[in-house]
């Protein structure tokens, strides 16, 4: 568990810096944000609407910069040690009972968390925790100590686990409550604007080297169109784009059809992929209906 006894963290083996990818276009901005997180050693803090690509981010650095990628998606119920480790004293009293061997060694019921892996890794990871606002407030504030000095004790067998290298570790959240200030001290923060038209042509180009320029106009003046319409209970994503493109592509819908709606102020083809609200499709124009818009 305890690699180097004593010792303190050591850096992962250098590497490429973050500079985008071919599939995931990132803006200035986001890649100074991602490089001064990794030469800092700070967990970066990464805020925006659903559906810009927070968590994809994560994948994209690994990828970039050749290490594991290892993910902790977090839900209501999550709690801070469920990421360290648990004790599954359930399974002992079971295997007790049975008369197994596998009782005396305390070890076989720890159950290592995605954090412990992460510590684990030969080569720096980097730990994607995964939308951390919908934890409880605690939450954040549990991790701290850990996630600053890469260590953490396990109780049952009175040893402590240090990072072999620093993890990347890259935490997303939408904002859906607000986080500690200390928590927040000690992580580099970025908010993932979203993108501008321009930004936004060469990501759908990225995904869909093959659409025609007319459909791309047409689409991308249709959907910032959509994200313009007030009152909207939920607007639509890159991510949503991307699938409605994709459906446009699949159903050969023309140029033409998707103006049409644009200049006639109904709601354009397959305007279910965008808009997930019976209100939202009333609000931009068509009856709320939730299939295929014609």
Excluded at 271 to 283: I, N, R, S, V
Aim: net charge negative; with cysteine.
């Amino acid at each position: 568990m305890d690699p180097t006894p004593g010792q303190p963290w050591r850096a992962g083996p250098p590497g490429p810096g973050f500079e985008g990818t071919a599939t995931y276009i990132a803006t200035p901005d986001l890649i100074v944000a991602v490089n001064a997180a990794v030469a800092l050693g700070r967990p970066l803090l990464v805020k925006g609407e659903p559906g810009t690509g927070k968590t994809v981010l994560a994948r994209e650095v690994a990828a970039a910069l050749g290490r594991p990628l290892i993910e902790w998606h977090v839900k209501s119920t999550t709690k801070a040690q469920h990421g360290l480790y648990e004790y599954d004293a359930v399974a002992r009293l079971r295997d007790s009972q049975l008369g197994s061997e596998r009782v005396h060694d305390i070890r076989n019921y720890i159950v290592r968390g995605k954090v412990w892996e992460a510590f684990e890794a030969p080569a720096g990871a980097v730990l994607l925790i995964d939308e951390v606002d919908k934890a409880d407030l605690e939450f954040p504030n549990d991790l701290l100590q850990e996630l600053d000095r890469m260590e953490f004790y396990v109780h049952e067998t009175r040893e402590t686990v240090r990072a072999r290298h620093r993890p990347v570790v890259l935490i997303t959240s939408n904002d859906e409550k607000e986080l500690p200030d200390a928590f927040l001290r000690r992580c580099f923060f970025h908010y993932l604007r979203f993108p501008d038209p321009e930004t936004m042509a060469r990501i759908v180009r990225a995904h869909h080297p093959d659409l025609g320029r007319d459909l791309l106009a047409a689409a991308l003046d249709a959907f910032y169109g959509l994200r313009e319409v007030p009152g909207l209970k939920k607007r639509p994503s890159t991510s949503e784009l991307l699938d409605w493109i994709h459906l446009l592509l699949a159903e050969g819908v023309a140029p033409g059809a998707v103006r049409a709606a644009r200049g006639g102020r109904s709601l354009p083809p397959l305007a279910g992929a965008l808009l997930k609200h019976e209100h939202d499709l009333g609000a931009a124009g068509g009856a709320p209906v939730a299939g295929r818009v014609g």
